[in-house]
C-alpha cells in the first residue's frame, strides 16, 4: 500500500468532504480521509490505484485535486488571490448595495414611493453575482445526484429572490406605496405577495461574510504550522574541494558538504560540527530558551541559530530527512487524522442536507395544510434550508487539531494523531525510563578502581576497546573517559552485547567481559572480594558499577554516575498535580534507581529490568486497571513504548523510540511529559465543545424555523455564526501555556 496526500479545491462544507471520501473510498483497496478544514485528502491505496485514477475520482465527484508537494519552505499565509482575498472582495462588493436593501425592509420611514423597485435592482446582482459560487457548487451538486450547503443556499436564496419576483411583477407588491418587511406595524400573514428581497440580499451577504471570517480563521489555524516550516534557511555558504565559500540555495546542499554558519545565522540543515565553538539557540525549533554551547563532534540542528562563533558545519541530513521536516511531517500526519468522536459528525454531515431539504419541504406543507397565508409557510420553509449549518460539524474536530498540534509544535510537542487525545485523558500512570529521561543521560566515568597489581590506564584501554562496539550511554562514557585520557585502543575480535548485561570481547590475547555481576557469574568468573567489595560500595552510593574481567577473573570496577536533569523534581511535581503516578523504570541496579527516585520525588521504582523486561512491565500495569503512558528515548524503550497507552518519546532519543512513540517531545526536558497531556487533554475538551455547540445548534435551531420563529435574514446570520464559532472556539488553543 502507499499513501498519496491530494489538495482538494472546491469544498464549502462538511458534506462536501464526506461526499469526497465516500467516493474515494468505493475504490478497491483504497482508504481515505478528506479534511475540510486543511483541504487535503490523505489516501491510502494500492499499486494498482494510480494518482491520476484517485485525482479523477475526485474532479467526477465535481471537485478539482491535484497531488500535494511539500514544501519545507512554505508559502506566503495570506498570498495575494488566496480564498480569503477573493472573498474579502465579494463581500465588500455585496454589503454595498445589501444594506440599502435591508434597511428599507426593515425601516417603513424609508420605504419612499416604488421604493420596492430600487430594491430589486440592488438586490439582483448580490443575489445572481455575489451568490454565483452558491448557486454554481449547487449545480454542480445536482448533476451529480447530490446536496451540499450550498444547495441549502442557493434553494432558499433563489427560492426567496424568485418568489419576490412573482410578487413585484403579478402581485399586490409591486403597487405604488405598498408596505413591506419584517417589521411591528405589518403583519406577514395579511399580505400574500410580501417580498423577500432583504433576505435573499442578506443571506448572501451574512454566507459570504462567514466564510471569509472562516477562511481567515482556518489560515490562522494553521499559521504554526506555516511559521515551523519557515524557519528554515533559504541559502547557504558552503566549501567544496578546496574551493573559496560559496552562497548556493538551500536546496543544492549535499550530504557530506561543509557549510559555514556564522554568528547570527541559521544553520542551514541537520549536521556535526566540523570545526569551531559556539552556542546555539534552540528556541524557534524547541521552545528552549537557554542557548547549547556546541563544537567538534557536536550534532546541530537545521533552523537553529547560531549566536557565538564562527561554525563550520558537515552536513548530516537534508531535504525530508532533517529534523525540522520531521517535525511538520508529525504535525501535518496529525492534522489529516479523525478523533473517534469525529466519526459520528461525519455521519451526520453525509446526510445531513437531504434530511434539510426534506424537512423544509415538510414545513411548508404543514404551515399550508394550516391554512395560514402562503408568506408565513414559505417563510418558515426557507428559515430552515438557511439555518441548517453541516459545516459547524465538520469543522469541529479538523479546526482544534490545526491549533492544538501547532501550538504543540511550537512548544516542542508533536501529537502524533487525533486518536491519542482519548488516551490522554484516561491515563493515571507514567512510567519514566531513567537514563536520558530524568537524568541526563550524559553518564560520566568518575573512578577506576583496579584490582591489586592491575595497571588502571590498562583496565580503562581494555575496557574502552570493547565498549567501542556498544551504543549504551555506560559504553560510551568509558571510550569518551579513555579517549580523554589519551589511551591507545586497540582492535576488537568476537564481539557480543548481551542486551542490558554487558559486553564481551577479545583484545589481543585477552577474553574480556565487561558488565554487570549477573554476567561474570553466566560465564564463571571470579570476582575478587576487592572487586566485590568496591562493586557494592559505589552501588550503595547510588552510581553504577562497571565490572571488567579477563581470562576468567575480575580485574577491578569503573565507577559511573548519571546526573539528574535540573527540571526532573519540578515535572514530576506537575505530572503528579494532573493527577498522574509516576513510576521509575530502569535496566540499573535498585540502589542507584532508589537515589535518583528520591532525588526528584518519586515513591515507586522498578529496577534491574532488562530491555524485553520493560515491555512486560507495561502490561502487568495494564493488567491491573492502569491507563499507562510511557516516557523513553532507547530502542530498549521501543517495544514498551508501543505497548503503553500513551508513548511519549523524546526527541532528544533514537529514531526507534520516536516511530513508536505516540508524542515526540522534541526537547530533553521532562517538563514537557505535563505539557504534552495538558495540551492534549485542552485540544480533546474543544473538539467535545466544538462538537456540543455544532450539534446543539442544528438540534435547537431546526425546530425554531420550522415552527416559525425566525426570520430567514436572522437565520442566515445565526448559520454563518455557527461556523465562525467552531473555528474561533478552536483558536483559543493558540494561547495554551
Not at 556546541?294 to 557565538?308: F, L, Q, W
Not at 580523554?484 to 577474553?511: A, M, Q, Y
Not at 570476582?527 to 562493586?535: D, G, L, N
Not at 507495561?618 to 530498549?636: F, H
Amino acid at each position: 500500500m502507499s499513501v498519496i496526500e491530494l489538495d482538494i479545491g472546491g469544498m464549502t462544507c462538511a458534506s462536501c468532504a464526506a461526499r469526497i471520501e465516500k467516493k474515494l473510498n468505493r475504490l478497491a483497496g483504497v482508504t481515505a480521509t478528506v479534511n475540510y478544514a486543511t483541504e487535503k485528502a490523505a489516501v491510502d491505496h494500492p499499486p494498482a490505484i494510480t494518482a491520476r485514477q484517485l485525482v479523477e475520482t475526485v474532479v467526477d465527484a465535481g471537485y478539482t485535486a491535484t497531488v500535494h508537494t511539500p514544501e519545507i519552505t512554505a508559502a506566503q499565509p495570506d498570498p495575494p488571490g488566496s480564498a480569503a482575498d477573493r472573498l474579502r472582495r465579494r463581500l465588500l462588493l455585496c454589503l454595498l448595495p445589501a444594506v440599502p436593501v435591508i434597511a428599507m425592509a426593515m425601516i417603513p420611514a424609508l420605504q419612499f414611493r416604488n421604493w420596492q423597485w430600487l430594491s430589486l435592482t440592488l438586490a439582483a446582482p448580490v443575489v445572481l453575482w455575489g451568490g454565483a459560487g452558491f448557486h454554481r457548487a449547487a449545480w454542480v451538486n445536482l448533476r451529480h445526484a447530490t446536496a451540499t450547503m450550498d444547495t441549502l443556499i442557493s434553494l432558499g436564496t433563489l427560492s426567496a429572490f424568485a418568489w419576490s419576483l412573482y410578487a413585484l411583477f403579478f402581485g399586490d407588491a409591486g403597487m405604488p406605496g405598498m408596505r413591506h418587511g419584517f417589521t411591528l406595524t405589518v403583519d406577514r400573514g395579511a399580505a400574500a405577495s410580501d417580498i423577500y428581497l432583504e433576505v435573499a440580499a442578506g443571506v448572501v451577504v451574512f454566507v459570504l461574510a462567514g466564510r471569509y471570517f472562516e477562511a481567515r480563521a482556518k489560515q490562522r489555524a494553521g499559521s504554526a504550522l506555516r511559521a515551523l516550516l519557515e524557519l528554515g534557511a533559504k541559502d547557504v555558504a558552503v566549501l567544496r574541494d578546496g574551493r573559496p565559500e560559496e552562497r548556493i540555495p538551500l536546496g543544492q546542499l549535499r550530504i557530506g558538504d561543509l557549510f559555514l554558519v556564522r554568528p547570527g545565522e541559521k544553520v542551514a540543515t541537520d549536521g556535526v560540527v566540523d570545526s569551531g565553538a559556539s552556542a546555539v539557540d534552540l528556541s524557534l525549533l524547541t521552545g528552549e530558551s537557554v542557548p547549547v554551547e556546541v563544537g567538534p563532534g557536536d550534532a546541530v540542528v537545521g533552523a537553529t541559530v547560531n549566536i557565538g562563533g564562527l561554525l563550520t558545519v558537515r552536513a548530516t541530513r537534508i531535504g525530508a530527512d532533517t529534523q525540522l521536516a520531521r517535525m511538520a511531517k508529525l504535525v501535518e500526519a496529525a492534522q489529516h487524522g479523525k478523533a473517534p468522536v469525529q466519526r459520528l459528525a461525519d455521519r451526520v454531515a453525509g446526510v445531513f442536507v437531504p434530511i434539510v431539504i426534506a424537512l423544509a419541504v415538510a414545513t411548508l406543507g404543514f404551515w399550508l395544510g394550516t391554512g395560514v397565508a402562503p408568506t408565513v409557510a414559505f417563510g418558515a420553509a426557507v428559515a430552515v434550508l438557511i439555518i441548517a449549518c453541516p459545516c459547524a460539524l465538520g469543522l469541529a474536530t479538523p479546526t482544534a487539531l490545526l491549533v492544538g498540534t501547532g501550538r504543540g509544535a511550537q512548544l516542542g510537542v508533536l501529537i502524533k494523531g487525533p486518536q491519542v487525545l482519548e488516551s490522554t485523558r484516561r491515563v493515571d500512570t507514567v512510567v519514566l525510563d531513567k537514563t536520558g529521561t530524568v537524568t541526563t543521560g550524559a553518564t560520566a566515568l568518575t573512578e577506576v578502581l583496579p584490582a591489586d597489581g592491575v595497571d588502571p590506564d590498562d583496565l580503562l584501554a581494555t575496557a574502552a576497546a570493547v565498549e567501542h562496539g556498544s551504543e549504551h550511554p555506560l559504553a560510551r562514557a568509558i571510550v569518551t573517559a579513555a579517549a580523554d585520557r589519551g589511551l591507545p585502543r586497540e582492535p576488537v575480535r568476537h564481539f557480543v552485547n548481551h542486551g542490558g548485561k554487558g559486553v564481551l570481547g577479545t583484545v589481543g590475547e585477552r577474553s574480556v567481559t565487561i558488565g554487570r555481576a549477573e554476567l561474570l557469574a553466566d560465564g564463571s568468573i571470579t570476582v575478587p572480594p576487592a572487586v566485590a567489595a568496591a562493586r557494592t560500595t559505589a552501588e550503595a552510593a547510588g552510581r553504577t558499577a562497571v565490572l571488567v574481567a579477563w581470562d576468567g577473573v575480575a580485574r577491578g570496577t569503573l565507577v559511573l554516575a548519571d546526573a539528574v536533569k535540573p527540571t526532573s523534581a519540578e515535572a514530576i511535581t506537575r505530572l503528579r498535580a494532573l493527577g498522574l503516578t509516576p513510576i521509575l523504570l530502569t535496566g540499573d541496579n535498585a540502589a542507584t534507581a532508589h537515589t535518583v527516585a528520591a532525588q526528584v520525588g518519586i515513591d515507586e521504582v522498578i529496577a534491574e529490568v532488562l530491555p524485553a523486561g520493560k515491555l512486560d512491565v507495561i502490561k502487568q500495569l495494564q493488567d491491573r486497571g492502569k491507563v499507562v503512558a510511557m516516557v523513553g528515548d532507547g530502542v530498549n524503550d521501543a517495544a514498551a513504548l508501543a505497548q503503553a497507552d500513551l508513548g511519549l518519546a523524546m526527541g532528544t532519543g533514537t529514531d526507534v523510540a520516536i516511530e513508536a512513540g505516540d508524542i515526540t517531545l522534541v526537547r530533553g526536558d521532562l517538563r514537557s511529559v505535563a505539557t504534552a497531556i495538558r495540551l492534549s487533554r485542552a485540544t480533546l475538551r474543544t473538539i467535545r465543545g466544538n462538537l456540543f455547540w455544532a450539534f446543539g445548534y442544528n438540534v435547537a435551531a431546526i425546530p425554531l424555523a420550522a415552527a416559525g420563529l425566525l426570520n430567514p435574514m436572522l437565520a442566515g446570520a445565526a448559520m454563518a455564526l455557527s461556523s465562525l464559532f467552531v473555528v474561533t472556539n478552536s483558536l483559543r488553543l493558540r494561547t495554551f501555556r
